[in-house]
């Protein structure tokens, strides 16, 4: 059975900072793995996904990464913003099925 | 597109009433997904959908749960009858039915049963 951890379970930095989210699974047969953001009392919006082929991708001052091997992936927020407050979930999508497993998220901080 | 759609966004009921969320996924997605939120256990699957049918519905925590797609544009959650610890916030998320393609997600139904 997939299970995903994310370390730490909340942080906060100050305004500027680059920081990394961890993101660890224990099956490492995956489809994909995808990073959500979660504002307080609102739904999830995707972030990125990363292929099971890739080892990365960026979208503005985010980059993700992923080591299936390993079976880690980590979120890399750069120049960090208090608008980047939120928590943070990944999740992976296992082969054989689209449905995803989450992680606990991490709880992010941004201090002006 | 508006994204995927939820009703109500909250919804306060008396233990032992049948509740019953709602969900309009992304126009042309054709997998759908019931996932529920809760402080202790995160974010879990419920239940999805492939092309209307159900394909995995093993995280239904009782039979009290029952989820229906009668058409691509609308699914329902049931739960009858309702308990206070199936408090939680329901989400409802839809993507296309194929590998490496993003989940989008409802903004969720709040439900408390007091």
């Known amino acids: 059975k997939q299970e995903v951890t994310q370390i730490p379970a909340a942080l906060s930095v100050p305004e500027g900072e680059n920081l990394v989210l961890n993101c660890s699974f224990t099956d490492s047969a995956i489809y994909n793995l995808q990073w959500f953001r979660q504002d307080p009392g609102k739904g999830l919006t995707s972030l990125l996904l990363?292929?099971?082929?890739?080892r990365e991708q960026t979208s503005g001052r985010l980059n993700a990464s992923l080591d299936k091997s390993s079976g880690r992936s980590t979120l890399y927020i750069a120049a960090s913003q208090p608008g980047d407050s939120a928590t943070y979930l990944c999740a992976v999508g296992g082969k054989g099925a689209q449905k995803l497993v989450f992680g606990q998220g991490t709880r992010l901080t941004i201090n002006p | 597109d508006a994204g995927v759609i939820q009703s109500p966004r909250h919804e306060v009921t008396e233990m032992g009433q049948e509740v019953t969320l709602r969900c309009k996924p992304i126009s042309g997605h054709n997998s759908l997904f019931w996932y529920r939120q809760t402080m202790m256990r995160g974010l879990e699957l419920l239940i999805y959908f492939n092309n209307n049918v159900p394909i995995d519905d093993s995280g239904m925590p009782e039979d009290r749960f029952s989820a229906k797609m009668p058409n691509a544009s609308f699914s329902t959650l049931k739960i009858q009858p309702s308990e206070p610890r199936d408090s939680a916030v329901y989400f409802c998320?839809?993507?296309?039915?194929?590998?490496?393609?993003?989940?989008?997600f409802g903004q969720g139904t709040r439900l408390t049963v007091v």
């Open positions: 990363i292929q099971s082929s890739q």
């Open positions: 998320a839809s993507s296309l039915n194929r590998k490496n393609t993003e989940a989008f």
